[in-house]
């Protein structure tokens, strides 16, 4: 085959004589090219290909770990949650428990958003973070409120206990037989009617004498009636009063507890026989003892005749 190129410029043609030999060349040449340039496309193609999977299966396997650690989270925060309400109830039943324990009357609980008849297991739900923040902060403020009642439950109870320690109901002579009760009766020197302020316990001289319950001794001296006579302060204007003591173990001011010997049975003062003349007083005015001698045990056991 032959080409004529013919040259604008230099107005000459050529001649090139072109073998099958040129043709062979030509086409392998032009087979490669393209080859060449489909597996380049083609690779570069996979190369996208390969990097945009590998992108999606990274950014997925990014999320599902997000997903797995908030979830995991939300969990615990759950489980945390319902110990939370577990401590809740177990302070509840507690003050309710010191309540009974106290024998004062548990408040009216406080008002609670939550309806009544609630309760039972807590079974973990799935809970958005939003509902989980709302039940801690619900809690929170229960644990605020019960803590409070407990508070004044505990002062209560302390308050009560030491009234109860101060009251007069620890029995003042022990196997001791009951004399003249607390009221009027027939004055047993003068014969003649008479108010009679406290209540006599018959004993042999020398029986130990109590203090009814905690307090400070006002005095402890002689008096013309009452002979050797203890008088105790309890506090909040009640006293008590040992009379016809044959001795003293106990000088004014001292401090004595409940049960604490203050003396011995006598028959000193105004007495026809050993005997312990035992008065309660409130702001000076005498009670009857046997009010307070009841609520402790011993005065049952005491015998009559
Ligand atoms: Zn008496």
Do not use: C
């Amino acid at each position: 085959m032959q080409i004529i190129l013919v040259s604008r410029h230099l107005k000459v043609a050529r001649t090139i004589t072109i073998m099958p030999r040129h043709l062979l060349i030509a086409s392998f040449v032009f087979l490669s090219l393209i080859i060449g340039t489909s597996a380049m496309l083609s690779w570069v193609a996979g190369q996208m290909g390969g990097f945009g999977a590998r992108d999606d299966g990274l950014s997925q396997h990014e999320a599902g770990r997000t997903q797995q650690y908030v979830s995991n989270n939300l969990q615990l925060m759950a489980t945390r949650l319902g110990e939370l309400q577990a401590q809740v109830l177990h302070l509840d039943s507690l003050g309710e428990r010191l309540a009974s324990l106290a024998g004062v009357k548990r408040d009216a609980p406080p008002a609670r958003e939550k309806p009544a008849g609630q309760g039972g297991a807590f079974v973990p739900a799935p809970l958005t973070a939003g509902e989980l923040q709302r039940e801690i902060d619900r809690l929170a403020l229960e644990v605020d409120l019960r803590t409070d009642e407990l508070a004044v439950l505990e002062s209560r109870f302390l308050e009560k206990r030491v009234k109860e320690r101060l009251l007069p109901t620890t029995l003042p002579v022990k196997a001791a037989y009951l004399g003249s009760p607390f009221g009027h009766r027939s004055d047993p020197i003068a014969g003649l009617r008479a108010m009679h302020e406290g209540i006599d316990f018959n004993a042999e001289t020398g029986t130990p004498v109590v203090a009814a319950a905690d307090g400070v001794v006002l005095s402890a001296s002689y008096h013309g009636d009452f002979g050797n006579l203890v008088d105790v302060d309890h506090g909040d204007g009640l006293t008590t009063r040992y009379a016809h003591l044959s001795r003293m173990d106990v000088k004014a001011g001292s401090l004595v507890k409940r049960g604490e010997a203050l003396g011995a049975v006598g028959t000193t003062g105004r007495s026809t026989g050993p005997h312990l003349h035992f008065e309660v007083r409130m702001l000076g005015v005498a009670q009857n003892p046997a009010q307070f001698l009841k609520q402790g045990e011993e005065y049952a056991l005491v015998k009559r005749r």
